[in-house]
Nanobody, 120 residues
Framework: VQLVESGGGSVQSGGSLRLFCAASGFTAGTYSMAWFRQAVGKEREGVAFIDTSGTTTYADSVKGRFTISKDNAKNHLYLQMNMLKPDDTAKYYC????????????????WGQGTQVTVS
């Protein structure tokens, strides 16, 4: 199983980015997936979650600004990020396969290496 993130970069406050996660070794439609982020000096936090039926959950800090989606045919997970703020600066990680827990409290079995997002 492999998860590879891309799409990160540097953007000014108020701008947008779209993150991609390419999954291989499993079919994206069979697992719940999520985006997490970790800023320097802070704990990792869940950002957005999508289950196998397409139901989504968001952290309060990103509601109304971020949208998680999945293309099961392409085995891709996306995170559309709009109205970005400096507080959104972090390394963003794709995760799949909830082992226990629910939604953003899931313990995930598979993780990508992350992609950096910097908002100035």
């Amino acid at each position: 199983v492999q998860l590879v993130e891309s799409g990160g970069g540097s953007v000014q406050s108020g701008g947008s980015l779209r993150l991609f996660c390419a999954a291989s070794g499993f079919t994206a439609g069979t697992y719940s997936m999520a985006w997490f982020r970790q800023a320097v000096g802070k704990e990792r936090e869940g950002v957005a979650f999508i289950d196998t039926s397409g139901t989504t959950t968001y952290a309060d800090s990103v509601k109304g600004r971020f949208t998680i989606s999945k293309d099961n045919a392409k085995n891709h997970l996306y995170l559309q990020m709009n109205m970005l703020k400096p507080d959104d600066t972090a390394k963003y990680y794709c995760a799949a396969h909830c082992l226990r827990g629910r939604g953003l409290a899931c313990v995930f079995g598979y993780w990508g290496q992350g992609t950096q997002v910097t908002v100035s």
